[in-house]
């Protein structure tokens, strides 16, 4: 029972550390296209090109993260994000 003892602490040591494993940083994109519909609730109909290494060119409804990016925003409008 003693020799089972150091094991299980380093058992939970590397479960432990496993557990606080840091994140890899969040990737980044970059999208260009035409905004079609500016919707309620903050969020964009977008019709956009390819997002190289993520995905092809469609249009989809984007949430915006802050009313006061929805500001000025039209349909038609062109935008990089």
């Given at each position: 029972m003693?020799?089972?003892?150091?094991?299980?602490?380093?058992l939970?040591?590397?479960?432990?550390?496993?557990?606080?494993?840091?994140?890899?940083?969040?990737?980044?994109?970059?999208?260009?296209g035409?905004?079609l519909?500016?919707?309620?609730?903050?969020?964009?109909t977008i019709?956009h090109?390819?997002?190289?290494?993520f995905?092809?060119?469609?249009?989809?409804?984007?949430p915006?993260?802050?009313?006061?990016?929805?500001?000025?925003?039209t349909?038609?409008?062109?935008?990089?994000?």
């Amino acid at each position: 029972m003693l020799r089972r003892l150091p094991f299980a602490g380093v058992l939970l040591l590397v479960a432990g550390l496993a557990a606080c494993h840091r994140q890899p940083p969040p990737r980044e994109y970059t999208l260009t296209g035409q905004v079609l519909a500016v919707l309620p609730n903050q969020y964009l109909t977008i019709k956009h090109d390819d997002i190289a290494g993520f995905m092809p060119a469609m249009t989809m409804n984007y949430p915006v993260a802050t009313p006061a990016l929805m500001q000025g925003r039209t349909p038609g409008e062109l935008i990089t994000a």
